[in-house]
């Protein structure tokens, strides 16, 4: 994992804490709510860690700087759009994933016809490679007609576009500081880190893997789900 002193962690777990419930909260209110919790930090180090953390306001970010780069942001495809099938609609999203001693950043796969976890990896940085793994595992098992993400660094590189473009996959992007467009991927992560990682302190990476790995096989063939008439996301992505 990535290693940070004991104090800095502790910070960082409790604005994880925060953004999950609050994912609208910038810097300014994490400062605000971080003192009212008795912790005494000032705006520009809780920016920087933040950064770090791969969260902005409004929108989970897994990166803040676009690094001035040229290109065409891709047009948001859902507004509107009835997800009927498996395969219809898929997202994708990174998150941070507290360890003991430090920290590590988790992406999935989701889809969202049937709220079924596709393909998941971990990394302790924040750049594209993961990422590009995560989707390739994902088209093991299906292909979506459309692949929604933000409009992070990672989402906008040449290499992560030419995946999709290879496969005749239509890419969607949320608009710039709308955090719902990519909903029940925020609700996906409120869930696991709620059921799972919280819950538990994370020695190795290899115990963080094998601890998601028995966690998204019970979410998947296990977890009911009110939304899909309490059915498990697996019958729904399979159709039985």
């Known amino acids: 994992p990535r290693i940070v002193d004991g104090h800095t962690l502790r910070v960082m777990e409790e604005i994880d804490r925060i953004y999950t419930e609050f994912p609208y909260y910038g810097r300014r209110k994490m400062v605000h709510e971080l003192q009212n919790r008795g912790i005494d930090i000032g705006e520009r180090h809780t920016g920087t860690l933040m950064r770090r953390m791969g969260i902005e306001a409004i929108c989970p970010k897994p990166a803040l700087s676009y690094n001035k780069r040229e290109y065409i942001p891709y ?7 009835t997800v009927e099938r498996a395969n219809q609609v898929w997202a994708t999203d990174i998150t941070y994933v507290k360890m003991m ?3 590590m950043y988790l992406k999935e796969v989701l889809d969202w016809g049937g709220r079924y976890v596709v393909s998941w990896e971990l990394s302790n940085t924040l750049t594209t490679d993961f990422c590009v793994s995560a989707i390739k595992k994902g088209l093991n098992h299906g292909k979506p007609e459309i692949m929604n993400s933000d409009q992070g660094v990672q989402f ?3 290499a992560y576009i030419n995946v999709l473009t290879e496969h005749d996959i239509k890419i969607s992007m949320d608009h710039k500081g709308r955090c719902f467009d990519n909903i029940f991927v925020e609700r996906l992560w409120r869930t696991v880190k ?11 990476v290899r115990e963080l893997h094998d601890s998601l790995q028995i966690y998204f096989q019970k979410y998947n063939d296990e977890r009911l789900h009110a939304a ?4 498990t996301p697996a019958s729904k992505y399979f159709g039985s």
Do not use: F, R
Request: aromatic share 22%.
């Open 75 to 81: 047009p948001y495809l859902l507004t509107n759009l």
């Open 101 to 103: 001693g430090g920290y």
């Open 156 to 158: 906008t590189s040449q």
């Open 194 to 204: 709620y059921e799972e990682i919280y819950l538990h302190e994370y020695e190795s």
């Open 228 to 231: 899909l008439g309490y059915k």
